[in-house]
């Protein structure tokens, strides 16, 4: 227990007496804990004193004899703008009573104010003092020992990362909590499933940010750290303290040694995590290859197989920032088994999952403003053609600034909806300008003629009844026009160019 005033008082009850405040029983001021006591005879101690020290003196400083209160009045204020806890008065050695003043002036600052009677050694209380904050320090690093051979010992068990966070509550009478990589808490069996909303964002949000972090969340009054572990290049997770005293040397000292340890736990947790990413790259080429055999049996034998087909061919951009993507997946595939396979290509991310793609695996990637291509109902067998289907969607996801593409939308536009895709609307408009130019030096209407021509599907007598013209007149224009653009019109593919580029010309 800490010493305060009622506890010195308490111990020298005989010689002892409380004039400031009057009523003590639940007066909070006598309770602050004194650091240390000096005795001073200074007019001015406040250069040898700190908060929380406790000054005694006998008054030699004042006179004895005097109406002028100020000296009193101003001692008192610099004691307390010091932050001293308190002020003890010796009799009856220079006063024979307490100086009427000084007793006002405690009562104006709110000092607290004691008579020391009887010629009770100034040292006496000094020792007792020193003695017990002594014993005390000694105290601490006693509980300090104990607690760090306790939290070892907790690492030795088998569930040794969950078993040091019990142990760190129990010392500390806080809440720890551990978060893997992707925001996941780690969580012991007895464990309530349910965890304040506020907590995992602020986790989720140190950890997207990539780099070692520590901040502070206030929910309901009380005060959380959130505290990164791990490298900036790749984090390994987050720990997660409630209601710890980081003022208090000991209990800071144990929290590092705890985070010290999550973050050795964590970090072999990653070096196995990271040769399952070099194992997967493996196991997909192997699949591009076709061969499902060793791929099947060797992902059977670590994940639990791999997704059924037809599959969901998943492309997105791997994010330079961070991991955080990488480590989601990885819960994801840990949650679900041999479900879902994903791996890294280049500067890819590939995910396999069986058909229909759960919603979860979209909305992760949206959440992060990544954009994904996707192409459904694959078979092993075509998964190269899967992968450059999806690869194709990523890219037009990335040109039309959506956040997700199917590559069956391809499909659904047809040819000519990929090609308008690609806004070769402009390029159509350059070849046929030729004609353009022409009808507008000469004042004919060629380009108007094999526009009509080509929506009449290449019929003669139907273009030249909508264009009211002799069907020999309309074989000169098309033939004219074949020759300035450099086609041979009597030829299916050069019909087909001129069909597409009629189909994809900007209009002026």
């Known amino acids: 227990m800490p010493v305060t005033i009622r506890s010195l008082l308490h111990r020298w009850d005989a010689s002892t007496r409380l004039i400031v405040p009057a009523q003590d029983e639940t007066e909070p ?27 005694l003196t006998d008054g030699s400083q004042f006179p004895r004899r005097s109406r002028d209160r100020d000296p ?7 004691l307390s703008e010091r932050g001293v806890v308190g002020l003890g008065f010796g009799t009856p050695l220079i006063h024979r009573q307490l100086p009427d003043a000084l007793e006002s002036a405690c009562r104006r600052q709110g000092l607290p104010l004691f008579l020391v009677t009887d010629l009770t050694p100034f040292l006496a209380i000094a020792r007792y ?9 000694q105290a601490r690093i006693r509980w300090s020992l104990q607690a760090q051979r306790a939290v070892a010992r907790a690492a030795q068990r088998p569930d040794g990362l969950i078993s040091i966070l019990a142990e760190l509550e129990n010392q500390l009478d806080c809440s720890a909590m551990l978060f893997d990589a992707a925001g996941a808490r780690i969580r012991s069996p007895g464990d309530p499933p349910d965890l304040d909303t506020p907590i995992h964002d602020a986790v989720r949000a140190a950890l997207e940010q990539g780099v070692r972090s520590s901040s502070r969340i206030v929910i309901d009054g ?29 209990a800071a000292d144990l929290a590092h ?77 840990e949650e679900r088994g041999g479900r879902v396979f994903f791996t890294e290509r280049e500067n890819r991310i590939l995910v396999l999952t069986e058909t229909p793609s759960p919603a979860e695996f979209l909305q992760l990637f949206s959440r992060h403003s990544i954009p994904v291509g996707t192409a459904d109902a694959i078979p092993f067998e075509a998964l190269s053609r899967g ?15 959506q956040p997700n593409v199917a590559f ?29 130019d022409h009808d507008v030096d000469r004042g004919a209407e060629l380009l ?11 019929a003669w007598d139907a273009t030249a009844r909508e264009l009211g013209i002799h069907r020999h007149t309309l074989r000169n224009r098309v033939q004219l026009a074949g020759r300035l653009l450099g086609l041979d019109l009597d030829l299916l593919r050069d019909r087909l160019e001129l069909w597409t580029a009629v189909q994809l010309m900007t209009e002026d």
């Open 29 to 55: 001021s006598i309770d602050v804990p004194v650091t240390w006591v000096h005795s001073s005879e200074l007019p001015d101690p406040t250069p040898f004193l700190d908060a929380g020290h406790l000054l």
């Open 72 to 78: 009193y009045g101003s001692y008192v204020a610099r």
């Open 129 to 137: 003092v020193a003695d017990e904050l002594a014993n005390e320090q």
């Open 222 to 250: 009380q005060e959380f750290t959130v505290q990164t572990i791990g490298h900036s290049n790749r984090l390994d997770g987050a720990l997660v303290l409630g209601g710890l005293d980081w003022a208090d040397p000991a």
């Open 257 to 333: 040694s705890v985070i010290g340890l999550a973050s050795l736990a964590l970090t072999q947790k990653r070096s196995l995590e990271k040769a399952h990413h070099h194992l997967r790259a493996g196991l997909f080429e192997q699949l591009l290859k076709g061969d499902r055999v060793l791929a099947t049996r060797t992902a059977t034998s670590v994940w639990g197989g791999l997704p059924s087909a037809p599959l969901t061919v998943l492309v997105a951009r791997r994010p330079h920032h961070s991991d955080f993507i990488l480590d989601a997946l990885e819960r994801e595939a």
């Open 387 to 401: 992968v450059a289907e999806a690869e194709r969607a990523l890219l037009h996801a990335i040109q039309t600034g």
């Open 408 to 436: 069956r939308e391809f499909l659904d536009r047809g040819m000519l909806g990929l090609l308008r895709a690609q806004q070769v609307g402009t390029v159509a408009r350059g070849i046929l300008c030729v004609l353009h």
């Open 448 to 458: 108007t003629t094999v526009r009509v021509w080509v929506q009449n599907e290449c």
